[in-house]
C-alpha cells in the first residue's frame, strides 16, 4: 500500500443487491437533474501472456503513416505536486474517411462522454429496464459455446452454440442495455446474438413446433435452438475479439429500448485463427439483425498478432478499444471519426473497461503499473503501482462505483478494487475462483469468471458461491450489461 498516483500525458494521432445499487445510481441522477437518455487472453492453443508484450510496439500510433512503435514522451512544461506529476498533451490531427455510406466530413473534434451528462428518461428507474431476469455470459472457448448463468440462482440455465463449424474460440461477450440479448464474438470471426429471455425467442424459427431451447449445461446443434436472434459470419476475418453494445435510444411512451447498435473489430491476413494482420477494420451491426451498418479502417491501429483486445462503449455510444501492451483507440458514434491515444511505457495494457464519468481504464501487466485511468478530456495518464503482478485481468466498476480486478493478490486469489479518483487499493476479496473475467451485476455483486468456474461476491461482506461447470472458460467484457448501463448512468437489467 502507499504506492503513489502517477498522472501521464497521452501523445495521440486524430485521423477522422439490485435494489440498493439502484437507490444509489437513481439517487446520483436526481442529483445531476438529468431527464431525458439517447437512455493473456487464454485462447485454445495460444499463449498470449507469453508473446502479448510483442504487439505494444507494432500497434502504438505516434506515426500513423507507417504504425511504428512511439517512444514515450512526456512533454515540456509539466508541474510536480506531491506524487502527481502533469505534463500538456501533444496531438497530430489528419484525416482518414470510414467506409460507411452515412459517414460524415472528418475533422471535427470527437464528442467525448464525461459522465453525468447522459439523457436519462424522466420515468421510473425500473422503466424498460427488464428486471425480472438477470443473467451473466460465460464464454467456453474450446466448445464454441456460451453459458447463460442466473445471476441470482449462480445455475447454469442455458449453452449455446456461437459458430456453425464449432470452431469459433469465443471470448468477449457484451449484453445489450435492455437485457434483452447478449452478443459474443469468436476469435475466429464471427459475431451471435442470443436472446435472454425465452418470451423474446421464435418457437417457429427452427421448423419444429413449440420452443426448443437449451436451458441447461447441454447446447443444442446449431440452427435447433430457437433464442439465437441472429448470426453474422465474418469469414474473411481470422482475428476478432472486441465485443460492446452502444446503448441506443430510450422511448418513453413504449419504455423499451430502441436501435441497439453493437460494435465489433478485426481482421483477415492472420497467419492463422485467433490473429491478424495489418490495419484494423471496425464494424457497427445493427442490433435487430445483425446486418453491418457501418464500417471503417483505422489505418494507423494495428491488427496484428492478437488484433483489438477489447471494447467497451460510453454513454453516447462511442467505442473505445485497447490493444495488448498497446494503445487506446476510439471511435466517435457520430462522426466515425477515430482517434489513437498512446499510453505511458510502463503500462502493459489488457483489459478494459469505461467507467460512469466517461473514463477508460485498463489494467496492466508490467512490473511497476498495475492500473492505468486515462481522462480523454485532458488526454492525461492516472497510473498505480499499488498491485502489480497479480496476472492480466479484466477490469469492471461496481455499483458502488468501485474499480474491480481479479488474480492474485499478496498470495490470496480473487477481486480487489480500487477507488475510482485516487486508485488506492479499497479492498482485496479471497475466494474460491479462478479466470481474467470481472464484472459487475445489477444487484450489486461482482463476479470474477474463468477456468472451470464462475464466482459471485458480495462487496459488502466478501461472502461468495461458485459455479463449477464452464469448460475452459474465458470472458472479460461486459458479461452482464452492467458496463454499458453503469457508463451510461442507468441501472442495468442485470
Not at 449484453?175 to 459474443?184: E, L, M, N, Q
Amino acid at each position: 500500500m502507499g504506492a503513489e498516483l502517477q498522472v501521464h500525458t497521452s501523445e495521440h494521432d486524430v485521423t477522422a443487491r439490485r435494489t440498493s445499487s439502484r437507490a444509489r445510481l437513481c439517487a446520483a441522477l436526481a442529483l445531476l437533474g438529468a431527464t431525458t437518455l439517447a437512455c493473456g487472453d487464454d485462447a485454445v492453443g495460444q499463449t498470449d501472456a507469453a508473446s502479448a508484450g510483442t504487439q505494444g510496439g507494432s500497434g502504438s500510433a505516434a506515426d500513423s503513416s507507417s504504425g511504428s512503435a512511439a517512444s514515450e514522451t512526456q512533454g515540456g512544461g509539466g508541474t510536480e505536486t506531491g506524487g502527481m506529476t502533469t505534463a500538456p498533451a501533444t496531438s497530430e490531427v489528419s484525416t482518414a474517411g470510414p467506409t460507411s455510406d452515412d459517414a460524415t466530413t472528418m475533422g471535427a473534434e470527437p464528442k467525448f462522454d464525461v459522465g453525468g451528462a447522459a439523457d436519462f428518461p424522466g420515468v421510473d428507474c425500473d422503466c424498460g429496464m427488464a428486471s425480472e431476469f438477470s443473467y451473466i455470459w460465460v464464454a467456453n472457448s474450446p466448445e464454441s459455446t456460451v453459458s447463460k448463468i442466473d445471476t441470482q440462482t449462480v445455475e447454469e440455465v442455458g449453452r449455446f452454440v456461437t459458430k456453425p463449424d464449432l470452431n469459433g474460440n469465443p471470448s468477449r461477450t457484451s449484453v445489450s442495455i435492455s437485457g434483452r440479448k447478449v452478443a459474443v464474438a469468436n476469435r475466429h470471426g464471427g459475431v451471435i446474438a442470443i436472446w435472454a429471455n425465452e418470451a423474446d425467442c421464435d418457437p417457429d424459427q427452427n421448423g419444429a413446433p413449440g420452443l426448443q431451447t437449451s436451458t441447461d449445461a447441454v447446447a443444442l446443434p446449431w440452427d435447433q435452438d430457437d433464442c439465437v436472434a441472429w448470426y453474422t459470419p465474418f469469414d474473411d476475418w481470422t482475428v476478432q475479439r472486441p465485443i460492446a453494445w452502444a446503448p441506443g435510444v430510450f422511448n418513453e411512451v413504449t419504455c423499451q429500448w430502441e436501435d441497439e447498435r453493437v460494435w465489433s473489430a478485426g481482421c483477415g491476413g492472420g497467419s492463422m485463427p485467433g490473429f491478424g494482420s495489418g490495419a484494423t477494420t471496425v464494424v457497427r451491426l445493427d442490433g435487430d439483425t445483425g446486418e453491418i451498418v457501418d464500417q471503417l479502417v483505422m489505418d494507423s491501429y494495428s491488427c496484428g498478432g492478437f488484433g483489438p483486445y477489447g471494447g467497451a462503449v460510453d454513454s453516447a455510444g462511442n467505442f473505445w478499444m485497447t490493444l495488448n501492451n498497446g494503445p487506446l483507440g476510439f471511435v466517435d458514434a457520430e462522426t466515425l471519426e477515430w482517434t489513437v491515444y498512446d499510453k505511458p511505457s510502463d503500462v502493459a495494457s489488457y483489459g478494459l473497461t469505461v467507467d460512469s464519468a466517461g473514463r477508460p481504464w485498463v489494467t496492466s501487466y508490467s512490473q511497476t503499473v498495475g492500473v492505468a485511468r486515462f481522462d480523454p478530456m485532458t488526454e492525461t495518464w492516472a497510473t498505480t503501482g499499488e498491485l502489480v503482478g497479480y496476472s492480466q485481468s479484466g477490469i469492471a466498476q461496481g455499483s458502488d462505483g468501485r474499480l474491480w480486478i481479479a488474480g492474485t493478490f499478496n498470495g490470496t486469489s480473487g477481486i480487489a478494487s480500487l477507488d475510482p479518483e485516487t486508485l488506492a487499493v479499497i479492498d482485496i476479496l479471497g475466494g474460491t475462483s479462478s479466470g481474467k473475467g470481472v464484472s459487475g451485476d445489477g444487484d450489486g455483486y461482482i463476479w470474477r469468471a474463468g477456468g472451470s468456474m464462475a464466482t459471485r461476491f458480495n462487496p459488502d461482506d466478501g461472502t461468495f458461491t461458485t459455479y463449477q461447470g464452464l469448460n475452459a472458460a474465458y470472458t472479460y467484457s461486459d458479461m452482464t450489461g452492467f458496463g454499458v448501463a453503469n457508463a451510461s448512468g442507468c441501472q442495468p437489467a442485470g
